[in-house]
Nanobody, 125 residues
Framework: QVRMVESGGGVVQAGGSLRLSCTASGLTVDAYAMGWFRQAPGKEREGVSS????????YSADSVKGRFTISRDNAKNTLYLQMNSLKPEDTAMYYC??????????????????WGQGTQVTVSP
């Protein structure tokens, strides 16, 4: 049974940093394309950043490029999202996901089969 558990969310002031973690069980993060999505109230879910299964390629949405970094620790079977220079518009529920397809130009929810339950990030002005 696959389980993915996010942690690291919280409340932070604008300009601050957070690191999200996603620990997986039932799958190995180095065998899947991994990604982070977010969804703010009243908005559609959007892809934030993704990592190819071999760890060589990454994708980041324009809105977070240069501020967020995706990475993984194979030994801990954990995916990370380092978020710096946070802005109020980054406020959302963040979800990690695993799938079989990596697209270097974007992210599609239906490329990902396994999802975590989410962790809330709130950035105050």
């Amino acid at each position: 049974q696959v389980r993915m558990v996010e942690s690291g969310g919280g409340v932070v002031q604008a300009g601050g940093s957070l690191r999200l973690s996603c620990t997986a069980s039932g799958l190995t993060v180095d065998a899947y394309a991994m990604g982070w999505f977010r969804q703010a109230p009243g908005k559609e879910r959007e892809g934030v950043s993704s990592l190819s299964w071999n760890g060589v390629s990454t994708y980041s949405a324009d809105s977070v490029k240069g501020r967020f970094t995706i990475s993984r620790d194979n030994a801990k079977n954990t995916l990370y999202l380092q978020m710096n220079s946070l802005k109020p518009e980054d406020t959302a529920m963040y979800y990690c996901a695993a799938g079989r397809s990596f697209r270097g130009y974007g992210m599609r929810s239906d490329d990902f089969s396994y999802w975590g339950q989410g962790t809330q990030v709130t950035v105050s002005p």
